[in-house]
C-alpha cells in the first residue's frame, strides 16, 4: 500500500511515518516545511516539498505516485496564533483542504484520514466527552478543523470520498528512537515549555490559572502520546482499506491531569526542582477536558500502549534533553 502523508514533517505526521515504516508500508510525503522539518522526514519515504494549496503541485504528485489513501496533517494548530490571526487559519487549514479534496477528486484517489482536534468541541457539557457531544469552538483553530470535517462529509456524499477523522486530545512525548519529537517554535505546549526549565532554557514555568473549578484550581487535559496517535492513524487506514463506514474517532486516554499535576510528575522524571509561578489564566482555556475514547477502541481495536503520565514525561524528556533546541 502507498500512503501519502501530507505534513509528515511535522510533529505528529513524522511519528506517523516512522510508524508506517515500522510496518512496511510505502510512504511518501508531501510538507511545505514552514512548521515542518527536514530533520524529521524519514529517510526511507519519498519527499516532496510542496503546498497543499498549490493545484499543480498535487496534480504532479497524483500523476506520479499511485496513492492508496492519504493522511492529512498538514494544516496550522495553534490556537494562540489562530486568535489573533484568523484569516490564516481560514487560508491554510479551509481553503488547503479544499484544493487538497478537488485534486484527490480529480484523480481518483478515494480514502482520507484526517487530524482533528478535541477544540471542536469548545467547552464540554459533560466529561468524558463523546464524539456525538456539542460542537461549539472557542477558537478559529477548533472552528476550521470542524468546517475541514463538514467539507469531508459533503464532499464523500457528492463524490464517493472515504473518510475518519480523529480527534485528539493533548498529544505529548516522543519517538523510543530518540530520532524525532516535538519541536514547536514558537513552543506553547505545556510539557514542552516545562521541560525547557531542567535544560537551562527557561527559569520558571507559568501556570496560566489556579481558580478553575478543580480539585487544585488548575486546568485538567487528557495527555495522549504521539506514538499512540501513530497508530490509530494506521488502524484507521486499515479500516478504510476494509470498507469501513465514514466515521469520526476521539483519541485520548480518558484519564485527566491538572497543570500541577503534570509540574509536580516533571519534576520526579527530570530530578529538577521546576520552579513555578501563578499566572492569569490564558483566554480561551476550558477548565477541563477528558476523551471517551471507547469508540476508538470497539471499532478500530485501538489500545493506546502509554497510560501513565510518569511514562510520557519521561518520553519527552528522553528527546528535549538531547535536543534542546529541536531539531
Ligand atoms: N499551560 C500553562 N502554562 C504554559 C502552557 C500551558 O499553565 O506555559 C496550561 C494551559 O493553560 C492548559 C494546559 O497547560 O490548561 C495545556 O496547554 P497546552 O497549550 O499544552 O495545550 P491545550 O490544551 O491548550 O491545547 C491542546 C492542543 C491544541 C488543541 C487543544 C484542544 O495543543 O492543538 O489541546 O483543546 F486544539
Not at 510505502?26 to 503546498?51: C, M, Q, S
Not at 479534496?101 to 466529561?127: Q, R
Not at 530530578?271 to 499566572?279: K, Y
Amino acid at each position: 500500500m502507498t500512503i501519502l502523508v501530507l505534513g509528515g514533517a511535522g510533529y505528529i505526521g513524522s511519528h506517523t511515518v516512522y510508524a508506517l515504516e515500522e510496518n512496511g508500508e510505502d510512504v511518501v510525503i508531501a510538507d511545505n516545511l514552514e512548521t515542518g522539518y527536514i530533520e524529521a522526514v524519514h529517510p526511507k519515504a519519498r519527499f516532496y516539498k510542496g503546498d497543499i494549496r498549490n493545484a499543480d503541485f498535487l496534480n504532479a504528485l497524483f500523476s506520479k505516485e499511485k496513492i492508496d489513501a492519504v493522511i492529512h496533517f498538514a494544516a496550522n494548530s495553534l490556537v494562540g496564533e489562530s486568535m489573533t490571526n484568523p484569516l490564516k487559519y481560514y487560508d491554510n487549514n479551509l481553503y488547503g483542504t479544499m484544493v487538497l479534496l478537488k485534486s484527490m477528486v480529480k484523480n481518483g484517489v478515494d480514502k482520507i484520514v484526517f487530524s482533528s482536534t478535541a477544540a471542536v468541541y469548545g467547552e464540554p457539557e459533560s466529561i468524558p466527552i463523546l464524539e456525538s457531544a456539542r460542537k461549539n469552538p472557542t477558537n478559529t483553530y477548533g472552528e476550521t478543523k470542524l468546517a475541514m470535517e463538514r467539507m469531508m462529509k459533503w464532499t464523500s456524499n457528492a463524490h464517493g470520498l472515504h473518510f475518519v477523522s480523529l480527534r485528539y486530545f493533548n498529544a505529548c512525548g516522543a519517538h523510543k528512537s530518540g530520532k524525532i519529537g516535538e519541536a514547536h517554535n514558537p513552543e506553547t505546549h505545556l510539557i514542552p515549555l516545562i521541560l525547557q526549565v531542567p535544560n537551562g532554557k527557561r527559569a520558571r514555568i507559568n501556570i496560566f490559572g489556579d481558580d478553575y473549578d478543580t480539585p487544585d484550581g488548575t486546568c485538567i487535559r487528557d495527555y495522549i502520546h504521539v506514538t499512540d496517535l501513530a497508530a490509530a492513524h494506521i488502524l484507521a487506514v486499515e479500516y478504510l482499506q476494509k470498507g469501513g463506514e465514514n466515521n469520526i474517532f476521539n483519541l485520548g486516554n480518558g484519564v485527566g491531569f491538572s497543570v500541577k499535576e503534570v509540574v509536580e510528575t516533571a519534576r520526579k522524571v527530570t530530578g529538577h526542582s521546576i520552579p513555578s509561578v501563578i499566572s492569569p489564566r490564558r483566554a480561551g482555556d476550558p477548565a477541563k477536558l477528558v476523551a471517551s475514547s471507547e469508540k476508538a477502541k470497539q471499532i478500530l481495536g485501538w489500545k493506546p500502549a502509554y497510560s501513565n503520565l510518569e511514562d510520557i514525561i519521561a518520553s519527552a524528556w528522553n528527546w528535549h534533553k538531547n535536543h534542546p533546541d529541536g531539531f
